[in-house]
Nanobody, 124 residues
């Protein structure tokens, strides 16, 4: 069992940056990959980025590649999502997820554990 707790959401202006955090707790976390998804109001959940806790680089959705960066701190069992040049269309609830595989994946259905979500609002 893995528990995930997101933090770092809030209200920001267009062009601002924000860093989300997701702390994981549980056993053998190095056997997991973790990812970030978001769900805008009235829309479906979409993949943003994922990374393996065992090592390697991240995988990104084309829509955020170059603006968002996923990273991990193994010692803290935490992953981050650095979001730059935020736009109003980035407004959504952002979710952290974990799956019991060492490779990052893009499909939400492949993730076994989810955090409660943190809201990001980009508005002037």
């Amino acid at each position: 069992q893995v528990q995930l707790v997101e933090s770092g959401g809030g209200l920001v202006q267009p062009g601002d940056s924000l860093r989300l955090s997701c702390k994981a707790s549980g056993r053998a976390l190095s056997n997991y990959a973790m990812g970030w998804f978001r769900q805008p109001p009235g829309k479906e959940r979409e993949f943003l980025a994922a990374i393996s806790l065992a090592g390697g680089s991240g995988a990104y959705a084309d829509s955020v590649n170059g603006r968002f960066t996923i990273s991990r701190d193994i010692a803290k069992s935490t992953i981050y999502l650095q979001m730059n040049s935020l736009k109003p269309e980035d407004t959504a609830t952002y979710y952290c997820a974990a799956r019991h595989r060492t490779t990052p994946g893009v499909g939400a259905a492949s993730y076994n554990f989810w955090g409660q979500g943190t809201q990001v609002i980009v508005s002037s």
